[in-house]
Structure formats: structure tokens, C-alpha cells
């Protein structure tokens, strides 16, 4: 049986440490079996580490929670959130004092102070913003902060919201990594898919819970490994090249 694999970056396939050998080598005789191999990304197309294409051997990448679809350069799935949304979001990170990182498939920003990549991202309201980048293609949005559950249902008519233990990460509803993965298998024809998934975090849960196969890393809170097919290596141990290994390796 021949799957498709969907891996996670941070904390799961790259950690502060990089990307283990061990993860790198696994996938490369994984895809040389004919499995292949995608990368299943909450981050924008933009903000993906170069390592990632450099290291791996990939089949493709699902990127912007699961709004966008790359393979071979090329992008096969591109949904943006429309520039009313995004004012509306904008707004709203105003309003509740939060700030945002506006990521796109060409460009990533800040608005209500600076993000990581420095001061010269910010923007400073919606006009600016699309005066310096008029052709934004706006996949997603990280606040700072989490959003409570009225902050949640102010925003639940256009998008998904996902909390993490720091931050929050805003989608476009309809979107998740989940259907990413079935767009991919329909992509490449496949009418009986068969998913592997492997993550660490709160926005992997569609993607584990729609894969044939789960598999949470050792990093993981614990309430995500309860139901988990397979528990790996933490990330710094190389737990993707470990799961592999196990799973479709037999070693």
C-alpha cells in the first residue's frame, strides 16, 4: 500500500534545532518506495523555511491552513482571503489592542506593532498596507495573543480560529489542514486515498483525525497523544524519520 504522507513543520519535522538526518533520510527512502511526501503547513507559502525545500525531498506542500496547494513550483490551490475580510481583520486586532501577522503567499506584514521578520513590515492601517503591497495575496493571520471565546465568535462567520498555548492562528473557514490533504489526493486522481499525518500542535487535529494513520510526536501536549495510531520521538530526536521508519521502513 502506497500513502500519502503529510507532515507538519514546526515542532515536527524542524525544530529550533533544524531538521534531524534521521527525518531527512527517512523521507528520502520513503518517497523511493512511492510514497509520497508533502509538507502540511499552518505558515504562508512566504513564510516557509528554505531549509524545508532544500533538505527534503518533497512531493509537494499544503501551506495557509490549507488554503494553498504547491507542486513542482507551480500552485494548484491559491484561496485568499478577500480585502473586506482582511480590513475586518484588521479592525478587529485594532480594537482588541492584538497583534497580527498578516501572512500571504508573496508577502507577510504586521499590524498593531512589529512581527519577527523586523520594523520594516509594519503597516499602519489597511490603506498603507495596500499601498506598499498592492498585489497581497493574504492566506492567514497569527495574533500575538490567543482569542478568548467571544473574541472567537466575533470572527466564526468568515473564519477558523486556532489556539495555541501562546498565539492564535486565524483560517479561512471552509479551510484546514484536513481539506488540504483531500485536495491533494484529488489532485493527483487518487479516488481511495491513503493518509499518513504527523504533527505536534492544536491545528493538526483535522489533519491527524482524517489520516488513516495518526501520528503525534513526543513534544506534543499530552491530551493529543491519547488518540494517536502512533506516539514518536520528540522532534529534536528526529521523531518523523522514527515514525517512518517504523511504519513503512520496517526497521
Known amino acids: 500500500m502506497k500513502y500519502l504522507i503529510f507532515l507538519d513543520i514546526d515542532g515536527t519535522v524542524r525544530s529550533s534545532k533544524g531538521i534531524h538526518p534521521r527525518t531527512v533520510n527517512a523521507i ?34 499544503v501551506c495557509g491552513l490549507g488554503a494553498c496547494i504547491v507542486m513542482d513550483g507551480k500552485f494548484l490551490l491559491s484561496e485568499c ?46 490603506e498603507n498596507m495596500y499601498e506598499r503591497y498592492p498585489d497581497i495575496r493574504v492566506s492567514k493571520f497569527a495574533f500575538e495573543r490567543r482569542l478568548s471565546e467571544e473574541e472567537k465568535n466575533e470572527l466564526s462567520d468568515h473564519f477558523v480560529v486556532f489556539n495555541h ?46 489520516a488513516d494513520i495518526a501520528v503525534v510526536m513526543g513534544n506534543s501536549p499530552e491530551d493529543m497523544k491519547e488518540n494517536a495510531d502512533f506516539v514518536t520521538l520528540h522532534c529534536d530526536e528526529g521523531g518523523v524519520g522514527y515514525a517512518i521508519e517504523k511504519l513503512l521502513l520496517g526497521e
Not at 485536495?183 to 492544536?202: C, N, Q, T
Open 28 to 61: 528520502a527512502k520513503a518517497r523511493a518506495l512511492g510514497h509520497k511526501v508533502f509538507i502540511n503547513t499552518g505558515r504562508s507559502y512566504c513564510i516557509i523555511p528554505e531549509e524545508i525545500e532544500v533538505m527534503l525531498e518533497l512531493d509537494g506542500i
Open 81 to 126: 482571503v478577500s480585502k473586506e475580510d482582511v480590513k475586518t481583520i484588521m479592525d478587529f486586532a485594532k480594537r482588541h489592542s492584538n497583534r497580527v501577522n498578516i501572512e500571504g503567499e508573496n508577502y507577510c506584514v504586521s499590524y498593531c506593532g512589529p512581527c519577527f521578520l523586523g520594523k520594516e513590515f509594519e503597516v499602519f492601517s489597511y
Open 165 to 210: 498555548p501562546h498565539y492564535a492562528e486565524v483560517g479561512i473557514a471552509g479551510y484546514d489542514k484536513a481539506t488540504g490533504m483531500r485536495a491533494v489526493s484529488d489532485i493527483l486522481g487518487i479516488d481511495d486515498p491513503h493518509f499518513i499525518a504527523m504533527g505536534d500542535s492544536y491545528n493538526d487535529i483535522e489533519m491527524l483525525e482524517a
